[in-house]
Every structure is written in structure tokens, then in C-alpha cells.
């Protein structure tokens, strides 16, 4: 009994020992993998992969550029409004069947994103870190945020997004800035002459339910101004609620109605007694904002093409030479590798689905 | 208080800060352009003053005003209703779920792009079918006793509130979201002489039933035992303020999405000032109610470029004052 | 005076609450313009019996007759024209003027969507003249003792003008004094000519005045006759479970003796 018992607490102890120096043990790393680094708008330092082949879009608009610059193969997850582009599952139909890490809220699903094992997650970054930001920190997940506030935000957040996808995405995103600031530049020509007073006063306002406006400060603010307009609402940021009789003290030249459904929204304002005094309306200068793979007034890919077709809606006799509707045929066979039927066409600029 | 000046001035400030209220704003209009314009309406006379201005007075202001005030006056006197069928003092028209039922509803039409008559009609059908639920959940052996009334009211709120965070979470972040979101802290942004032909049947017609029953609904605060002993048909009269407290009530949010604290408070000031019998405080409760809200529209769409949603402002100003209230009477309500 | 023909008549009732049977097979009869008390210990059923004798409840088997009429078969305000109740506990609500509340008692004869009229208003007045609460009409009544906010609710079951009043342990939340002042009220308002019936568990008080006595004992049957008769030491002990003796006191007023029991 005695003998039993000592050989059985020798046995354990062995045992414990063993474990201990298990737990302990370093994980043997024969080849660690090569890395780079790059600097994201945050100003914070990121470490990827050398090579990155699993890409996660939190940002919606994103998903346009990501695909523009070729990475569509790349892309491993994606948001839940983004899945749902009509236009980007015709230009990209996996999309559809790529797992939603991502919502509206700025939730992150953490087991849709770690089951997609992505290498890196491409965020738009406001001022402030996303909410997700802390719920991932434990996953070793590299996050690149991008800036969103400018016209040349969004020139830097092709050129990062570019960077963070690899050497040909990053030659696609060059060719792509270089387009996009010879558009801005083409435009500016003409508009950078223009005195104030030959300036019209734009007001974007979204579609839905509520109405609002789009103000100063924001990146539809500095595509009415590039243009060669001037923001009728005097107010800082995107989507402020404003009372119609506000709208009515601004009385604006024209208004931009974004986000969908745009063309039922402008038929409604156009029809409005309410409206009928504004010069906008009176005019007959209200208009529905084309919308293809994203909406065009915001931060998809192709804002490049917004600057053109604002700017011909604001000054048609100064842009006399510029065909919007070729511009986005030779844009769509040059960045998306697609030919866009009449058809289709005309359904991008009325912001309908395809 | 004597009661003719009571009354005379339940009826003189509504209507004074009516008037108010039509050259107040964003947009600089002189008082005595609204009192042409008005006049002109009944008289027909050559305008000197801009189309403009007439637009905004009376296609904006007017129906926005007189929208507030109906909306205004409806909750309260929805409040008081309730808080005297129920026997308790913090008791909401939100009690038994139309408020909930009819924020999603008006969530569902946002998410499929209906234009504004078509959400006034949907938010309004939903704020009904849920107080349907609850009441047909309420029901024990051909009765409905207040507190399975809300119980079933919680439930059924409960249950509209998670549809309606689903909705949220398909609604695109550009501007379907933002537009929910915007829509259920309140707000008047929409309203229009549509929208006021809409809404003033169903909440004039409730006011109307509860002003005819306001004497009953003192026995039916003495508790159902009672009132049934002195003969009162306890089961039709709490489903005739029910019915009438819920067309108020979702044609309210159905024209200006969820504001808060007014069907609370409201009924406490006309205590204060009239007193607890129905008969002096329903009427009472429309005038105080009409004027207040009447009064925070006038403040969210003018105070800044960018309007302030009405919930927050009844929040802002009704949960203080209902500390207040709170702290005097010391929790007793009599 | 005692009319041959009783006010109410209760034949083989029966009710039980769901499962639990409370009584059955009672018969009672209610005589005009006397004072009934029903007498027994708690849970027995006092309360339900005077709920269905009233028609507040349906019995199960069995009938109760007002005059000639099945209770049952009245509409509500047509029964309170003639039934009057007043219940054992009184939660306040909201600060009411005393007026106010008894006008309550109106409601029989109102339809929905009228308020009491003039005429009303006398009656009301007087009704609180009777029960001596005219000076308080004006005050909330929910700032009254429990005393006098129960000769407000006896106003306001007078004004409903009934046949007959049901009260439901009139005194078991009242103090010493308002409980004789009670009683007193209750006992006025016999002498006046209302019918009453009262349930209490105190037999003291049944002895006060003269009447009839319904005994419930437990298991939910009924020995009813004179007061003098029902409640003796042997019935009290039966039914009480604790011995009980009655015996006789002079009264202080000097006008003969009074019956009083007591297990001490």
C-alpha cells in the first residue's frame, strides 16, 4: 500500500512536471514570414504581411475601389450593405456570397471575420477609431484606415488602398490618381477662373424620409466647389436635418438629390407647392445624382467621374466638349474591365438598378 | 385660479402663440405681413408682400403649426386618459405598444422607400394593430384587467422594438439609417397641409370621444370594483378610451415620429392648475398640451440652421421637470 | 315595519372561485327595511356571499331575486339604481373634491357621455347633510381620516337612491370612535327606512341593534334568524373554534340591557 501510493505521487508529479515545461516551451518558429510596414491615416505605423491575399472592406464605398484596383480576388469579407450593390454584383457577382463581417452600425461579426482569415481590414477613418477597434485588438488582424473628408482623401485612399493590396493594385491605383486628379484638374481649368458671383448655389440633399442637407466641411462640399459651385447650405457636415423653410432663406440655383431612390425624390420636390418658390425648382434645375458601383456624390470610385458630370450640370457651356456618358464608358472598360450597354448606361446616370 | 380666467386663458394663448409661431423663424417674416396674408384669406386683397413669404406662411408654418398644436394636445390628453383609467400618475400613451409598433412601421416604409403619404398611412396601421395585440393578449374570461393590459403592453413593445432594431440593421448607412434614426427622435420636418388633413381626423375624433366619457372616467379611477357597483360598463368604457387614446396616439407618430414626455407631463401641469377631475383636466390638458409643444417646434426649427429633433427637447425639458415634481409631492401623488 | 314579501330572495346558490367551492345550496332572505348582519369567521365566505347577494357576482347555480326580478337579468345601471355597496378597502386615487366623489353616485342614472345636473347636486347635498359631511365638501378626500372618508362613500351610495345597501366589513379599518360613529350612521339610516345588509366578524356588533343574524359557518352554510336567537354561547363556540360566552350588561344610556360576548 505504502509502496503503491509513493509510486502513484511520483507518477503525478512527473506528470506536472512534464506539463509545466510544455506550457512553458516557446512555440518553434523555423521561418518567420516577411512583413512591411506602412503609415494608415491614423498616423498609426501597420505591420502586413509582405504579401496580402485576404482582404477585409469594413467600408462600404471601399469595396468599389478595392475592386477597381483589381483586388477582387483578394476580397475575403465584406459589409452587409455592400453584398447588396445591385451594380456591384453585376460588376463582381462573389460578392454576393462573400461573408458580411460588417454592418451599417459599425458592428463587426467577430467569427464571420476570423472565419474568412483575412489578412488586413480596410476601415475609412473620421477622427476617431471604429467601434469594432477594440473587440478585434486581441486577433492578430492587421486594420489600415483611410481618409474619407476630401476629394483628396480619396485620391490618398485609392493610393493606400492600392499600397496595402500589393505592387500591381498599387500600379492600377497610380494609373487610377493619376485619372482622377487629371480629371479634377481638367475641370479646375475652367472653374478656378470663375468669379463668385458666377458661381451657383448648389444644394445636395438625400432622398430619404427626413430632409437634409449636405454642408461645409464634408467631401460633397469640395466636388460642388471643384465643379464651380458654391454649397447653399450653410451648415458644417454630412446629412444635417434642416427645416424646408431654411432651405427656402437659402434658395439655392440648383439642388442634387442623392442617394436612392433619387429620381422618385426629385419628381416629389419637383411637384411640391412648397418647393415651387425656390429658384432651384422654378428653373427646373433639380436633379437626380447618377449612382453605378456606388453612389457617385460619395466616396466610391467613382467620385473621379462626379467632378465631370457636376461640373458640365453647373456649366454646360463651358464643358461644351465633355461627353459625361463616354467619359463613364471609356471609366468602366479602363478601371472595371466592363462594357457598359446603352441600357446600362442610362440606368447609372438615372441612379436606377441596373 | 377663478375659472373665466381660467378658461379665457386656455383659449387666448394657444391661439396668441398660434400666431407667433406664423412669423417666427429662419426666415424673416414681419408680424404684420402674417396678419395681411391671414386677413387676405378671408378678403380677398392685392398681395404686397413677396410669394415667397406667403408660401412659407401658410403652406410651411401654418399646417406645421397647427400640426404641433393637434400632436401637441392629442398625447396630452391621451395621458391624462390613461393615467386616470390605470389609477397611476406615470403612466405614458405609450403604455400599451402603439408608439412602438407604429416606430416600426414607419421604419419598414423608410426601408422600402415609400413616399410620405404612404408612411403616414402604414406607421399609422401598425400603431393599431399593435394595441389590437396587446388588448386581444390582455384578455381573462371576457375582461381585460389593467394589469394584464401591461404586461401585454410591455410584451408587445418589447417585440415591435426588436423588429424595429432589425430594421435598423438592414437599412442602408448612407441614408436609410440616418433617416430612421432622424425620424424616430421626432420631428415635424415633414409636415404639410396633407399631412395635417391626414392626421387631424383621427386625433380630433379620439380627443372628442374622451372629452364626451371625461366625467365616467372619474369612476373608473375609483377602480373597476367600484365602478361596475355604481353601474358603470367598465369593460366597454376602458375600450372606448383605448380606442380613442391609440388613433390619437399612432396618428401622432405616424405624422411626426416618436416625441416623448409630453403624454407624461402634460396631464401633472393640468393637475396643478385645474385639478384631478376629468372633467376640468381633459379639456385643460388640450389647451396646456396644444400651446407646449406648439411652442418647442417654434424652438427646434429656429434656433439653429439645423432643426433639433423634438423628442430631445421634450426630454430635455420634460424628465427635469418631472424630477421636480418628483421631489414635491414626494412620491405621493395626493 | 316588516313587509311579508322579502326585499331579496337567494335560492340554492352556489360559487366557487374556479376550483374552490365556497358555498352552495345557501338560501337567504333579505326583509325590507331591516339590518342583516352576516356574521363568521374570516374566509368563510362572508364577502363573496354579500358580492353575489348584491349581483357584483354570478352565482353558479342557484338565483337571487330583487322584488320579482332575476338580478342577474338587470343591466348594470338599472341594478345600481337599486343595489348599493360599499366595499371593504377604499385605495385613493386622486384628490377628488368630496363633492365630486359623491356625485359619483349619479352615475346610475347618467348616460355615458352625460354629467350630473343641478337637480343632482341637491341630492348630493343632502346625502352629505345626512351622513353630517356637508362642511367638507369642498376638501380632496383623500386628506379625510379613514372614518369620514367612509361616511363620504355612504353619501355617495345614498345618492344612488338604492333599495338596499350592501356594506362589507363596514368597521374593520376604523378606529375605536369612528367605529361606533359608524355603526351609529348605519343604524340611523335603518331607523330612516333603508334596507341594509352588513357583514362583520365582530359579533358584538351584530348584537348592537336589532336585526337579523345570518351565521356562515365554515364549509359555507347558514343559520339565520334573531339576533338574541343565533349568536349563543354554543353556536359562537362551534363556529369561532374558541370558547365564547354571551352575557347581558345594563346599558349606560339606562334604556334596559345590552348583549355582549366575549372569549375573555
Known sequence: MNRLRRLLSAACLAAAACLAVAATAQPSDPRAAPTRQITDAAGRVVTLPATVNRVADAWHANNSTVLMLGGASKLVATTVQARKQPWLQRLYPRIESLPAAFNAAGEVNVETLIGARPDVILMAYDGSLPKWFDTISPYPIAVVLMPNTSLEDLATTARLTGQVLGERESRVAADYVRYF??????????????????RPKVLHTSSAGILTADGLDTLIDDWIHVAGGVNAAQ???????????????WNPDVIIVGS????????????????????????????????????????????????????????????????????????YSRFFHYTLTDAELRSIMNATAP | MSKPRNFALMLILPLGLLYVSLFVGRFPVAPQQVAHILYAQLVP????????????????????????????????????????MFRNPLVSTDILGVTAASGFGAAVALLLSFGAVKLQLVAFAFGLAGVALTYALARVYRTTPVLM?????????????????????????????????????????????????????????????????????????????????????????????????????????????????????????????????????????????????????????????????????????GAPFFAYLLRRTGGTWY | MVLSEPLIEMRNAAFAYGARAVFSGLDLDVNQGELLSILGPNGCGKSTLLRCLGGALSLNEGSVRLGKTEL???????????????????????????????????????????????????????????????????????????????????????????????????????????????????????????????????????????????LMKPGGTLLTGPAAEIITDATLTATYGIDIATFAVPRHSGSGDLRLCSPW
Open chain 1, 181 to 198: 486628379e487629371g480629371n479634377i484638374h481638367r475641370v479646375r481649368q475652367i472653374t478656378d477662373r470663375l468669379a463668385p458671383s458666377e
Open chain 1, 235 to 249: 451648415v458644417k457636415g454630412n446629412g444635417r436635418p434642416v427645416s424646408l423653410e431654411q432651405i427656402i432663406a
Open chain 1, 260 to 331: 436612392a431612390p433619387n429620381q422618385q425624390s426629385r419628381a416629389a420636390i419637383l411637384a411640391d407647392p412648397r418647393w415651387s418658390g425656390i429658384k432651384a425648382v422654378r428653373t427646373g434645375k433639380v436633379y437626380a445624382n447618377p449612382s453605378g458601383a456606388y453612389l457617385w456624390d460619395r466616396h466610391g470610385a467613382e467620385s473621379a467621374l462626379q467632378v465631370l458630370w457636376a461640373a458640365k450640370l453647373l456649366h454646360p457651356q463651358d464643358f461644351a466638349d465633355l461627353d459625361v456618358r463616354r467619359e463613364t464608358k471609356l471609366f
Open chain 2, 45 to 84: 386683397t392685392a398681395p404686397d408682400w413677396p410669394r415667397s413669404i406667403e408660401t412659407i406662411v401658410l403652406q410651411i408654418r401654418l399646417p406645421r403649426a397647427l400640426l404641433a398644436m393637434l400632436v401637441g394636445a392629442g398625447l396630452s390628453i391621451s395621458g391624462a386618459a390613461y393615467q386616470g
Open chain 2, 149 to 317: 393590459l401591461v404586461l401585454s403592453g410591455v410584451v408587445v413593445a418589447a417585440f415591435f422594438s426588436a423588429l424595429l432594431s432589425g430594421a435598423k440593421y438592414l437599412a442602408d448607412p448612407e441614408s436609410k439609417l440616418p433617416a430612421i434614426t432622424y425620424w424616430l427622435l421626432g420631428s415635424l420636418n415633414s409636415a404639410s397641409m396633407r399631412s395635417l388633413a391626414m392626421a387631424a381626423p383621427p386625433i380630433i375624433v379620439g380627443s372628442a370621444g374622451l372629452l364626451l366619457a371625461r366625467w365616467k372616467l372619474n369612476i373608473l379611477a375609483m377602480g373597476d370594483e367600484e365602478a361596475r357597483a355604481l353601474g358603470v360598463r367598465t369593460e366597454w368604457l376602458k375600450g372606448m378610451v383605448i380606442v380613442c387614446t391609440t388613433l390619437i396616439t399612432a396618428a401622432a407618430v405616424s405624422v411626426c415620429g416618436i416625441v416623448g414626455w409630453v403624454g407624461l407631463v402634460i396631464p401633472h401641469v393640468g393637475r396643478m392648475l385645474v385639478g384631478p377631475d376629468h372633467r376640468h383636466l381633459l379639456p385643460a390638458t388640450l389647451s396646456i398640451g396644444a400651446t407646449y409643444l406648439l411652442f418647442i417646434d417654434d424652438i427646434a426649427r429656429s434656433v439653429s440652421a439645423t432643426e433639433i429633433p423634438l423628442g430631445i427637447l421634450t426630454a430635455v425639458v
Open chain 3, 72 to 214: 342577474s337579468s338587470l343591466p348594470p345601471n338599472i341594478r345600481a339604481r337599486r343595489v348599493g355597496f360599499l366595499f371593504q378597502q377604499h385605495t385613493p386615487s386622486f384628490p377628488f373634491r368630496v363633492f365630486d366623489v359623491v356625485s359619483m353616485g349619479r352615475a346610475p342614472y347618467l348616460g355615458l357621455f352625460d354629467v350630473p345636473s343641478a337637480a343632482d347636486a341637491t341630492l348630493i347635498a343632502e346625502a352629505l347633510e345626512r351622513v353630517g359631511m356637508l362642511h367638507a365638501r369642498e376638501r380632496p378626500y383623500t386628506e379625510l381620516s379613514g372614518g369620514e372618508r367612509q361616511l363620504v362613500l355612504l353619501a355617495r351610495t345614498l345618492v344612488q337612491q338604492p333599495e338596499v345597501i350592501l356594506l362589507d366589513e363596514p368597521t374593520s379599518h376604523l378606529d375605536f370612535r369612528n367605529q361606533v360613529v359608524s355603526l351609529r350612521m348605519i343604524s340611523a339610516l335603518v331607523q330612516q327606512g333603508i334596507t341594509m345588509v352588513m357583514t362583520t366578524h365582530d359579533p358584538n356588533h351584530a348584537l348592537l341593534f336589532p336585526g337579523r343574524v345570518a
